[in-house]
């Protein structure tokens, strides 16, 4: 992989904490932001800034979901404040890309399923909470850098994790997360995820990249809106 000398951004800090939490959701507070490169692995995947399971995360895949967060920001009243706090964005969201694929296989080998009335149902409750769909969708871009097309995304990202942590046994004691841990720790290794360095390395034991904020578990309430920096 070769790298291009680029200028880096500053480093995101912790996000605020809102009021309401749900079960489990996932932290993605990532390392500095740099720009894309066009190769991963050593130029054995040109054009990847990821590969999860012998699956490609494109850079073309990955600047689209950037692109749809910075246009949503632009719209915002508070533009440059939402801009300023997330220069990391493209680490960020591909840290969540690797995440979510980690999440389907667990849940593929767990046996675990996401009906469309489950996700319905769980999408309503998280409106409901934030007090309509347009304050949902700003307090997700604030707090999470999530565009209103990614709801959708965060929404089966927590109706997974819940139904894992059922499946598995995992409670929200400290020996439940270490189990649920292990399962995702586990699975994380069997894709052999291969990122590309400009993004820093995958961290298996951790589920996510490497110097990213630790603790990728913690308990919330039914509010995505409450879950970690980077989710």
Request: charged share 25%; glycine share 6%.
């Given at each position: 992989m ?87 964005l ?9 995440f ?55 929404v ?7 139904k ?41 034991a ?26």
């Amino acid at each position: 992989m070769h790298r291009r000398t680029q200028p880096r951004t500053p480093r995101r800090t912790q996000q605020p904490r809102t009021p309401r939490r749900t079960a489990l959701a996932v932290s993605a507070a990532l390392l500095v932001a740099a720009p894309l490169l066009t190769a991963c692995g050593g130029d054995a995947h040109p054009g990847a800034a990821a590969v999860v399971g012998g699956e490609r995360i494109d850079v073309a895949s990955l600047q689209a979901q950037v692109k749809d967060v910075r246009t949503a920001q632009a719209a915002s009243p508070e533009s440059a404040q939402l801009v300023a706090a997330t220069g990391d964005l493209s680490r960020r969201k591909l840290n969540s890309m690797i995440f979510d694929r980690v999440v389907e296989k667990v849940a593929r080998d767990e046996g675990v399923t996401a009906s469309r009335a489950e996700l319905q149902q769980t999408r309503t409750a998280f409106v409901r909470q934030s007090g309509g769909e347009d304050r949902l969708a700003a307090a997700l871009l604030q707090e999470q850098g999530v565009a209103p097309g990614q709801i959708d995304g965060v929404v089966r990202r927590n109706v997974l994790l819940n139904k894992i942590a059922a499946k598995v046994g995992a409670d929200d004691s400290p020996e439940g997360q270490k189990k649920l841990t292990e399962v995702f720790t586990a699975a994380s290794k069997d894709l052999a995820i291969d990122v590309n360095p400009r993004y820093g390395a995958w961290d298996d034991a951790r589920i996510q990249l490497a110097s990213a904020t630790p603790a990728w578990l913690r308990r919330i309430s039914q509010d995505p809106n409450a879950a970690p920096a980077g989710a």
